[in-house]
């Protein structure tokens, strides 16, 4: 009899901090393209569960100590399975359960670091996400912030940073949101970091996500069945807004299809031309 094959990716599992400020459909919606994009990751949304201590923590609206949160990881996993064992026994669900978490919060961290791994957790604080960061987006961000942590996830010689010169790499040492932006814009993996994934067995997951951070795949916003376009109508433009939600302004520009969108941008300048013009010709009469 013929095996049937076995698919065993490496399962990740997300919790988004509950918050106001960010869009969590489109965040959401980006996460789980992922699941289509590469064979070595299976990512999975799950519940956020208010009573956990650590989930508490990085949910406040306060500065916390990046420690404070280290030593409560023992203690989450052990009590964030058992919340989701409820689950899967009140519904008779599977135990499908992650090899690794990661938790999207919006937390300040004391120390002003955006990240914190320990064991098979890691921590993602974006509370010092300001606007003018953008580009990339905030969404841009965290996608490429969870691929740098799936990879320590998997590849033992890169679960620490490595290299402190900002080269522009998923796996850059980079102890602020500012200097991170440089992985997310130039989406490289170095040759130092390639060599460590190709001798530790991961020349796939190299090649999928140097794909991935090409970002080719995200396509363009006026084609509703790219991601981007989805991304539109989910209310996020991957073009266009800058912080966690759209300005009035960035809705107006969003709702403008590109070719409208230019025009709208020629009939301005005309007008400033003839202005301009009129002006001149007045004073040059006199
Ligand atoms: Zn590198």
Redesign the pocket.
Known sequence: MEESPKYERRKIGIVICESENVNVEALKYFILTLNKLQTIFEYQLLPYDRKNRMLQILSSENVRDREEVRSLVGGFVIDFREYLNKHNDEFGLIDDFPDHYVIISFVKFHDEYYSMRKNNISVIGLGYWEREMAPPTVLEFILTLIMRESIASICNPLKKSV?LGT?G?L??FTNDLGEARYKVLIGY??D??KNELVKDGHTNLLHEFEKLLSKEWMGKRDDPSSPAGIIKNLGFDLFCTKGFQKTAYEKFIDKLPEEAAKTFATIILTAIFTAVTTYFGIKLAK
């Open positions: 290299h080269k790499c796996c850059d993996i170095c130092h970091c």
